[in-house]
């Protein structure tokens, strides 16, 4: 089982995934783009964004990692940011890079089998660094609950399912997925 994991910054993906890990080694972990990217951002841009959405989507594509893995965060992650962006910023991003990105995240989620969405709750808030942009946090979480129900983007193949509540419950329901 393909399974991704999406989410803002800071809403409990890491903890989920290392849960999950421990209780499934036979999966492997796909850590975050942004850790195998090689250049240094000074904040937020269009071209961070791109160069991750990338990264996702080729190893999602790629079929090296086997039958059974788990990553933190997809394409999907990085087309919200690039629409977060434009939308906080004004950013003069091109509609032909968020037209090719989204290109790119439909044919990659193709290759997933469960795309799990972790939503920011009022219930369930996470620490977040303090030079966090927590504007650009809260305006992804809302363009990635909307993009998931683009049929166009998301495709039949790919089983969507937001998991929300405590670290207990959202790896109680993940393993049920699974199972």
Known sequence: MRIVVSGTHASGKSTLISDFAARHPDFVVLPDPFDLIDEA????????F???LR??????????FGPDLIAERGPLDFLAYLVALREKTGAGMSSELLE??????????????????L????????WVDADEDLELRDTMNDILLDLIEDPDLIGTHAEVVEIAGTRSERSSLLDSLVR
């Open 100 to 117: 090719r990105s989204a290109i790119i995240t439909a044919e990659a989620l193709r290759h997933v089998d469960l795309l799990v969405v």
């Open 55 to 64: 990264v996702a989507a080729d190893r999602l594509v790629s079929g090296e």
């Open 41 to 48: 951002w000074d904040g937020p841009s269009a071209a961070m």
């Open 50 to 52: 791109a160069a991750q």
């Open 119 to 126: 939503p920011l709750t009022t219930s369930e808030r996470f």
